[in-house]
């Protein structure tokens, strides 16, 4: 006990990742029981309808935010230039700048995409929520900075808060209108307190506005490829909804967003791990540099890898049970869609450190030929899915596209010497396996969706 205690001690890089991860783990934990606990009040305040149009109102935004990044935090992370106080501003200042003009999209697109879908109510909303992205662009650089040199008790903390601070508005606002909109102020306030508790609680540079124009040249150049590959990471994320928002009656896909939310719980947990500590290991420990590297670098992949399958093979197993349990009979076949969404995961799981080790080695161009390639896949096998076996293919289809996307991942990861065919194939295995299971386990459920 002594000794594992002793190993999150000090300023070494392996007691960092160990703190880091916790912390990580602690705030992911934390997010989700908030996540959890106002989306079971939420739904007996609301109804069906009003997750499904806030469901728009997020691919909307989310799209925007994923379209227009350039890739900030990764450059503060991977730059030898990440701690100089000119970088740093500059880097802010853009931010700024494009909360503000994100927030002008909204307005331009919010009557059309009230078009659209055929929901007027979309015109009012749209913009309403796009002042949180204007907030957000203000949120201070400071937050990069932890995650560079991978600190994170206290921002957990500070973000724990602010979703608290959200939640409660959300209720709040629910009881009061009984409207989406108490969806749509929520988000809103979280991103206010957000900001408010960064700005005053977390040590560091306070921003200044201004440009240098080598360290926009530096981030301009890697973020362009940034910029194209979650602009296709978007389509990957949000494009099911998008489509199956013009495929599906608004209630229906208020239900298969609850299926969903509840599904991608361990994906949000590994793409968080992924996306705060592993461009600083992959960094300052580069597989090509050494055996000792590798072996450490499969240590981390597989217990990484095995805790979001563990967690993977929770929701595929007791998904309509776990529905039945935590909502009423409205939401019953989110069950079922949780199914099919885990196992869909799994493929995206196995791969999940890759592009990491890639940007870690400022290869965005390569990140983003596999982003944009995969999300195509994934997207055109929905849509065919869909086409031809309603929404039981459409949900098929999207983990086919992770799978034919793997032979590109492959090549991405070989190329900075991070590919781990042994553990690829171990828990390739596995992933069949359990996918016969829970199919055989919940068919009679999953035929159920046909109805649908």
Do not use: C
């Not at 499904?52 to 691919?59: K, R």
């Not at 900030?72 to 909360?99: E, H, Y």
């Not at 981390?300 to 349990?325: D, E, S």
């Not at 996307?405 to 992933?431: E, N, T």
């Amino acid at each position: 006990m002594r000794r594992l205690g002793s190993a999150f001690m000090g300023g070494a890089l392996t007691a960092r990742i160990l703190r880091s991860a916790t912390w990580v783990m602690i705030g992911y934990a934390g997010a989700q029981a908030l996540r959890l606990a106002s989306n079971l009040i939420l739904t007996r305040l609301l109804f069906p309808e009003a997750f499904g149009l806030m469901t728009l109102v997020t691919v909307v935004t989310v799209g925007l935010m994923m379209f227009s990044d350039v890739g900030i935090g990764p450059s503060i992370s991977q730059s030898k230039r990440g701690d100089d106080p000119a970088f740093l501003n500059t880097a802010w200042t853009i931010q700024v700048m494009r909360g503000a003009a994100l927030w002008a999209v909204t307005l331009v697109l919010a009557l059309p995409m009230a078009r659209l879908y055929g929901e007027p109510d979309l015109a009012l909303y749209l913009p309403i929520a796009g002042l949180a992205l204007v907030i957000s662009g203000f949120l201070p650089t400071r937050i990069e900075t932890a995650h560079r040199h991978l600190v994170f008790g206290r921002l957990t903390a500070l973000d724990l808060a602010a979703q608290a601070v959200g939640v409660a508005a959300m209720i709040g606002l629910a009881l009061a209108t009984g409207s989406v909109i108490a969806l749509v102020l929520g988000s809103v306030i979280t991103a206010a307190a957000k900001l408010a508790l960064t700005s005053a609680f977390l040590p560091g540079l306070s921003n200044r506005f201004g440009l240098e124009r080598a360290a926009l040249h530096e981030q301009v150049h890697f973020g362009k490829w940034i910029f194209l590959s979650t602009a296709f990471a978007f389509v990957s994320a949000q494009g099911d909804k998008a489509i199956l928002g013009a495929l599906l009656d608004l209630g229906t896909l208020g239900i298969y967003n609850i299926g969903f939310f509840l599904a991608s719980f361990p994906m949000l947990l590994g793409g968080t791990l992924a996306q705060q500590i592993l461009i600083p290991i992959y960094r300052d420990r580069p597989p090509g540099e050494s055996a000792s590297n590798r072996a450490r670098l499969r240590k981390m992949r597989v217990l990484m890898t095995g805790g979001i399958f563990a967690l993977l093979a929770v929701m595929a197993l007791a998904g309509p049970w776990l529905v039945g349990l935590l909502y009423d009979p409205r939401y019953a076949p989110a069950g079922a869609m949780m199914v099919l969404i885990a196992l869909g995961f799994l493929p995206q799981a196995i791969g999940l450190s890759y592009d990491r080790a890639a940007l870690a080695a400022g290869d965005s161009r390569g990140v983003f030929v596999y982003s944009a390639l995969r999300s195509v896949l994934q997207i055109g096998m929905l849509y065919a899915g869909f086409a031809a076996f309603g929404l039981i293919g459409a949900l098929a289809g999207m983990g086919a596209g992770l799978v034919a996307s793997y032979p590109l991942l492959v090549r991405l990861a070989r190329r900075h010497d991070a590919w781990d065919a042994q553990h690829d194939a171990a828990f390739g295995l596995g992933a069949l396996g359990l996918a016969a299971l829970a199919l055989w386990l919940h068919r009679d459920a999953i035929a159920a969706l046909t109805a649908l």
